[in-house]
């Protein structure tokens, strides 16, 4: 009797291992759940974007469209349009509005006796210590060091009284009414095979460039 009941303890653990084991191997195979697919779109920048978005309308044969200047000499620019015009590429011409800014230019002078000999002595001081400025030669009879304007006058104030503590210069201010604009532009929409011409093309004024840009802010969009 003994015998019989430690053989049926012997055959119960026997076949609680085995259970146990399969359990075990069951769950060591079983895959684990997909994961959901990344919205790869959704993490893009904006910036890229639309540089997607430009691409696709480049791949599509649709016009790309550009911004070009700001041109400060009405001489590059007409010398820009009669470059699109000979490339063929569609482009309207652009001038901003003209307006006049309140401002204080801080200057030396004016010399008046012996004008340019005086004014080139006192920007000649000026280099040496670094200091920006031009000679400015547009009023008759007088010429004058511009060291700069200012539109806040406690700003102004302050750079005179610089140059008099640290560089022993005594300079002077007066109100002025410079004119800002017209600012001259080129709007174009171009085929996408004369992109690379365009955006390779060196335009002859300091500051100036070709911006892609959405064809709707254009002013015939």
Avoid at 85 to 95: D, I, L, N, S, V
Avoid at 133 to 144: A, S, T, Y
Wanted: overall charge positive; proline content about 5%; hydrophobic content about 40%.
């Amino acid at each position: 009797m003994k015998w019989l009941l430690a053989l049926l303890i012997a055959a119960n653990i026997g076949f609680y291992l085995w259970a146990g084991g399969r359990g075990a191997r069951v769950e060591q195979s079983a895959a684990p759940p997909a994961a959901a697919e990344v919205n790869r779109e959704g993490m893009l920048l904006l910036q890229e974007r639309a540089g997607n978005a430009r691409a696709e309308t480049a791949a599509r044969g649709e016009p790309l469209c550009y911004r070009i200047g700001p041109f400060k000499r009405e001489s590059a620019w007409r010398e820009a349009r009669e470059w699109m015009r000979k490339q063929q590429f569609p482009h309207t011409a652009t001038r901003g509005t003209t307006r006049r800014m309140r401002a204080l230019r801080v200057y030396l002078g004016p010399f008046e006796t012996r004008a340019a000999a005086e004014a080139e002595a006192a920007a000649r001081g000026l280099a040496r210590r670094n200091i920006p400025h031009f000679i400015d030669e547009k009023r008759p009879n007088e010429v004058r060091v511009s060291l700069g304007f200012f539109i806040q006058p406690a700003l102004a104030e302050r750079f005179r009284t610089n140059l008099r503590n640290l560089h022993g210069i005594s300079a002077k201010q007066g109100e002025e009414y410079p004119k800002m604009g017209p600012h001259d532009w080129i709007e174009a929409s171009i085929d996408p095979a004369q992109r690379e011409a365009l955006v390779a093309r060196t335009w002859g004024d300091e500051g100036t460039a070709a911006a892609s840009v959405d064809c709707g802010e254009l002013a015939g969009g």
